[in-house]
């Protein structure tokens, strides 16, 4: 939720920044009109409650002439402090559905859609030439199955498409993935939890994620309860109605969890194989920040998953993510993207968004300073994730079938330094 004193006085950011997330502008005056009436409705009861107490007090002392009348006056305002109570209640309810819809407000992000982003750098070594090499690259699928790593055709079978089995030395992988980045969160002072991967209503809506994408998430109504498509929604929800004490420096998390996405809105993209799946792994971190401390963090956890990067050897480039293009409650996001050899292409591989205090505002998230209270910063990244092995299959293939395990993942598979073609 964003700071609705700010809005009033600084009116033109949030239309600025709605207009770059290419969002309704008019939003923000519908707002302003909602918060005129809240505080108006607010006013009147205030003033009316204030006038039936000071009669109420007054009946003692009125004569016995009088007393009729003020005990009748004292009766109609109880009638209308109750009109009026309800009346504030329900402009503070329309207030507050208007303000939910509104995405944070952006900070450096560039404006546009999903295709103006800005590329920040590209880093890693240079994207292979396999003509160069003498061979065709397979895909991760293809180079899965020959290895006996990936088994979607399984998978599906057992629960639907885009579900797989990773087997023997890609279920190892994928655990050296999530334990090289569990070793680094550790190494930089983070906290490593295990989250739960249902949480109620309150919490998903209080990190932004009930909205226009409420599609791409899996719901139990039976008891009302969402499956997170990543730990950043239970970490966020960690410390809701908290308040925090942030003296000694940010609160950081590594949160690990099986994550779920209905990846409703995302028919015929990537269904080959396991780049776009409903089920996946995750490291995620998180942070709590103070809110002026947020840009800082923000660069800290990018240069973790860069080290992560580093680590598996790919090639890689850092974005700048278009502000339409980012979450409701992201203010800015960076996205790291590994080069996808066989389709010619950069994929996501890691992201990392500032929300400055738009999903602590919402979850009651504060700290003390001064005897006063106010909103902190939350701040995600991801340091490790399934797909990740999709970068790694193509871009550390031989032309022999086999796959060069990155030296930094070696430890983690027992000195394991190539996967090599199932007999």
Not at 251 to 263: A, F, I, K, V
Not at 265 to 278: C, F
Not at 341 to 358: A, D, H, I, K, L
Request: proline content about 4%; some cysteine.
């Amino acid at each position: 939720m964003i700071d609705l004193r700010d809005l009033r006085e600084n009116p033109e950011r949030y239309r600025d920044s709605q207009r770059a997330r290419g969002a309704d502008v008019g939003l923000v005056d519908r707002i302003i009109e909602a918060d005129e009436s809240r505080r108006s409705r607010l006013q009147d009861f205030e003033s009316l409650r204030a006038e039936q107490k000071s009669v109420s007090a007054s009946v003692g002392r009125a004569s016995q002439q009088d007393r009729p009348a003020v005990l009748a006056r004292a009766r109609e305002l109880a009638v209308h402090v109750k009109e009026a109570e309800a009346a504030a209640s329900a402009a503070a309810s329309i207030l507050d559905d208007l303000a939910h819809q509104l995405a944070n407000l952006i900070e450096g992000a560039p404006a546009g859609g999903e295709e103006d982003y800005v590329v920040v750098r590209h880093e890693g070594p240079e994207p292979r030439d396999f003509a160069a090499e003498g061979f065709e690259p397979a895909d991760h699928l293809a180079l899965g199955e020959a290895l006996d790593i990936i088994d979607a055709r399984r998978g599906a079978k057992v629960s639907g498409s885009r579900f797989y089995f990773l087997k023997g030395a890609g279920m190892r992988l994928e655990l050296a993935l999530m334990s090289a980045a569990l070793d680094l969160a550790l190494a930089r002072g983070f906290t490593p939890m295990v989250t739960p991967t249902l949480v109620t209503p309150q919490v998903m809506g209080g990190t932004g994620f009930l909205g226009a994408h409420t599609d791409e998430i899996y719901y139990l109504p039976a008891d009302d309860l969402y499956l997170t498509g990543t730990s950043e929604v239970a970490l966020a929800g960690y410390h809701a109605d908290e308040i925090l004490d942030l003296s000694a420096g940010p609160r950081r998390y590594l949160g690990w969890s099986t994550c779920y996405r209905r990846e409703a809105g995302a028919a015929g993209r990537d269904t080959r194989g396991i780049i776009r799946v409903h089920q996946f792994n995750k490291a995620e971190m998180f942070a709590y920040v103070r809110p002026e401390d947020a840009a800082d963090e923000h660069s800290r956890l990018l240069a973790l998953e860069e080290e992560m990067l580093a680590l598996v050897e790919l090639p890689y480039r850092v974005i700048d993510t278009a502000a339409g293009d980012l979450g409701s409650s992201a203010a800015r996001k960076f996205d790291c993207e590994a080069w996808l050899p066989t389709q010619g292409r950069w994929m996501e591989v890691t992201s990392t968004s500032n929300c400055t205090t738009y999903q602590a505002r919402r979850l009651a998230v504060r700290e003390r300073r001064d005897g006063r209270t106010s909103p902190v910063a939350t701040l995600n990244g991801t340091l490790a994730t399934t797909r990740w092995i999709v970068a790694i299959l193509e871009n550390h293939q031989r032309s022999d079938g086999a796959v060069v395990v990155p030296a930094g993942l070696r430890p983690y598979l027992g000195g394991l330094e190539v996967i090599e073609p199932a007999a």
